[in-house]
Nanobody, 119 residues
Framework: QVQLVESGGGLVQAGGSLRLSCAAS????????MGWYRQAPGRQRELVAA???????NYADSVKGRFTISRDNAKNTVYLQMNSLKPEDTAVYYC?????????????WGKGTLVTVSS
């Protein structure tokens, strides 16, 4: 019954920054991975960044060094700080949570937030 709501998308010029937020309602179990995916028109959905409950991060090569994923457990929220944005970053960004509970894998998705980077 976890629900994810993204916010923070918008229009920004190349070189600018945005911070996306994903607020989760409901309890997320301790064994989990929170991540951000993106999908541009006509392109495949791709992983942008992921953060495990153990603190391990994984970034797409295209965003490494520019984007940072983090979480605030008290607020039940995961963030994606995006710096040095490029027009190629334009996409709908989706929050994703995968949790393991007693051997069962649950997968949750937000509805997405649009990021548009102009040149």
């Amino acid at each position: 019954q976890v629900q994810l709501v993204e916010s923070g998308g918008g229009l920004v010029q190349a070189g600018g920054s945005l911070r996306l937020s994903c607020a989760a309602s409901g309890n997320i179990f301790s064994d989990n991975v929170m991540g951000w995916y993106r999908q541009a028109p006509g392109r495949q959905r791709e992983l942008v960044a992921a953060l495990t409950s153990g603190g391990t991060t994984n970034y797409a090569d295209s965003v490494k060094g520019r984007f940072t994923i983090s979480r605030d457990n008290a607020k039940n929220t995961v963030y994606l700080q995006m710096n040095s944005l490029k027009p190629e970053d334009t996409a709908v960004y989706y929050c994703n949570v995968v949790e393991m509970v007693a051997g069962y894998r649950s997968n949750y998705w937000g509805k997405g937030t649009l990021v548009t980077v102009s040149s």
